[in-house]
Nanobody
Framework: QVQLVESGGGLVQAGGSLRLSCAASGGTFSIYTLGWFRQAPGKEREFVAAITWRGSTTLYADSVKGRSTISRDNAKNTVYLQVNSLKPEDTAVYYC????????????????????WGQGTQVTVSS
């Protein structure tokens, strides 16, 4: 079983930056892709970014493209999400998720494609 623990959330002013971390443990050898999702109050959980565990393929939602970078450190079993130029609409609980099978780009956008989830970390952007 893969366990995921997010950290790095907090309160930041609009225009600022945050780096979220997702530490994976357990069956990390089985991970194929790690993704970040977020959920704002009253809204559905939405895809933010994803990265393959062993390759270099990355995927971003349009809402964060150009101001976010997803990266990984396999030696530390950790994936990072750097978000710059934060906006109040970025306020949400950010979740890390993992899947142990290859999927199409379309499938990676869906929460149902991920079998493992962290507990989430709150990001609040003040205006």
């Amino acid at each position: 079983q893969v366990q995921l623990v997010e950290s790095g959330g907090g309160l930041v002013q609009a225009g600022g930056s945050l780096r979220l971390s997702c530490a994976a443990s357990g069956g990390t050898f089985s991970i194929y892709t790690l993704g970040w999702f977020r959920q704002a109050p009253g809204k559905e959980r939405e895809f933010v970014a994803a990265i393959t565990w062993r390759g270099s393929t990355t995927l971003y939602a349009d809402s964060v493209k150009g101001r976010s970078t997803i990266s990984r450190d396999n030696a530390k079993n950790t994936v990072y999400l750097q978000v710059n130029s934060l906006k109040p609409e970025d306020t949400a609980v950010y979740y890390c998720a993992a899947t142990n099978r290859p999927d199409s780009v379309l499938m990676l956008l869906r929460t149902t494609s991920y079998a493992y989830w962290g507990q989430g970390t709150q990001v609040t952007v003040s205006s």
